[in-house]
T-cell receptor, first 114, second 110 residues
Framework: NAGVMQNPRHLVRRRGQEARLRCSPM?????VYWYRQLPEEGLKFMVY????????ESGMPKERFSAEFPKEGPSILRIQQVVRGDSAAYFC????????????FGPGTRLTVT | GESVGLHLPTLSVQEGDNSIINCAYS??????FIWYKQESGKGPQFIID?????DKRQGQRVTVLLNKTVKHLSLQIAATQPGDSAVYFC?????????FGTGTRLQVFP
């Protein structure tokens, strides 16, 4: 039973480029969460999605960031026109139900903006 | 405001000793708390959780204590091993998302 999968594990982008981070939830899970972690800090919630729906995006920056979880395929976190401050580890988690149960985390994507 | 914070950023313990990692929270309405372990370069790994209608829960070598009166959460690790070295986060569930503390780094020395 595969866990949460994220790819790529490491991503390097130059300022102004786009970054696309992918997350495949655990089998049978229909709820996906994205978190961002800066070095030596805790994880900060960004967005919560169900299939084809954004449920809570209160942690998403207003500009340049977007997320989707289509009916088929992985969830995508997209960052347009990246800046150095976007450098961080981005973690995806999934759960079988709505917030009530534990969230299982993927290995993360480490984004470096040069 | 709401926050989940930790008292100590780094905890050093000798192998075989017990470890206690503390966490304070400020949202008295929270009803679910989780401890995660994060090893270098990896995602957080679930350790143990506790609901607000409990004050203690035990797992394998780990115990979580919840004191709602002082809004304090602790993680106890018995007979700490080198493999326990990691950063430990407490997290508080707020509606559909988790609010994480800044973490405590646990270092185990022989």
């Amino acid at each position: 039973n595969a866990g949460v999968m994220q790819n790529p594990r490491h991503l390097v982008r130059r300022r102004g480029q786009e970054a696309r981070l992918r997350c495949s939830p655990m089998k049978g899970h229909s709820h996906v969460y994205w978190y961002r972690q800066l070095p030596e800090e805790g994880l900060k919630f960004m967005v919560y999605l169900q299939k084809e729906n954004i449920i809570d995006e209160s942690g998403m920056p207003k500009e340049r960031f977007s997320a989707e979880f289509p009916k088929e395929g992985p969830s995508i976190l997209r960052i347009q026109q990246v800046v150095r401050g976007d450098s961080a580890a981005y973690f995806c988690a999934s759960s079988p139900r709505d917030g009530t149960y534990e969230q299982y985390f993927g290995p993360g994507t480490r984004l470096t903006v040069t | 405001g709401e926050s989940v914070g930790l008292h100590l950023p780094t905890l050093s313990v000798q192998e075989g000793d017990n470890s206690i990692i503390n966490c304070a929270y400020s949202n008295s309405a929270s009803d679910y708390f989780i401890w995660y372990k994060q090893e270098s370069g990896k995602g957080p790994q679930f350790i143990i959780d506790i609901r607000s209608n409990m004050d203690k829960r035990q797992g394998q070598r780990v115990t979580v204590l919840l004191n709602k009166t002082v809004k304090h959460l602790s993680l106890q690790i018995a007979a700490t091993q080198p493999g326990d070295s990691a950063v430990y986060f407490c997290a508080e569930k707020k509606t559909d998302k988790l609010i994480f503390g800044t973490g405590t780094r646990l270092q185990v020395f022989p």
